[in-house]
């Protein structure tokens, strides 16, 4: 039972490193799937793998040695990889949303929307924006005083985990920053169900084809 825990993460990260590595490298040599879609599927796998990679091997680690221990510089790694990529990827399927709203409640004009200009500054938002979120918590989390109990209760730094073994009276410089977070994941919320209510409603119109 003990190698029970470290074998099924391992399992799990296995499965993750050889998917999105498959997307990765057959949306890269395949010069068909060099489309505004695959260029941002790419981008999404590779977060996704940041993220992953973030926590698991950590907490495989953690187990192969019979330790939770972590130091505070892999700690504020931790959380500053895992706000970058959620943020970096809500910004990026927000993103995926316009792609497929252009292409198919614009078609004719899809090229000049999606242009390869157009796809390398969205998806540098993506990455700076999810940076910027990233920055912001993690220098507000760490920015608190942390006094007393030092223990995580999950296998990874979390903000709310570090917020409650917090003993600083002032958690307004925290309390920002996830305020700003979520009014923008909502945004992105918004924007995405709105799209696909446009797309669905555009392909209805479709008038379909009898044989």
Sequence with gaps: MAFLHPLLFS???MYALLGNGLIILITTLDQHLHTPMYFFLRNLSFLDLCLI?????????NSLRHSSSISFPGCVVQV???VFSVGAELTLLTVMSLDRYAAICHPLHYDVI????????LTAVSWLGGGLIGLMNTAGTFSLSFCGSNVV??????????LAISC???LLSELVPILISVVLSICYFIF?????????????K?????V
Excluded at 114 to 121: G, N
């Design 168 to 170: 600083s009276g002032n």
């Design 11 to 13: 399992l799990i990260y």
């Design 153 to 162: 209760h999950q296998f990874f730094c979390d903000v709310p985990q570090l």
């Design 53 to 61: 990679s973030a926590t698991v091997p950590k907490s495989i680690a």
């Design 80 to 82: 500053f990889l895992i």
């Design 206 to 210: 479709i008038p379909s084809t009898e």
């Design 114 to 121: 999606m242009s390869r200009v157009r796809c390398a500054q």
């Design 192 to 204: 995405i169900v709105i799209s696909y209510v446009h797309i669905f409603s555009a392909v209805r």
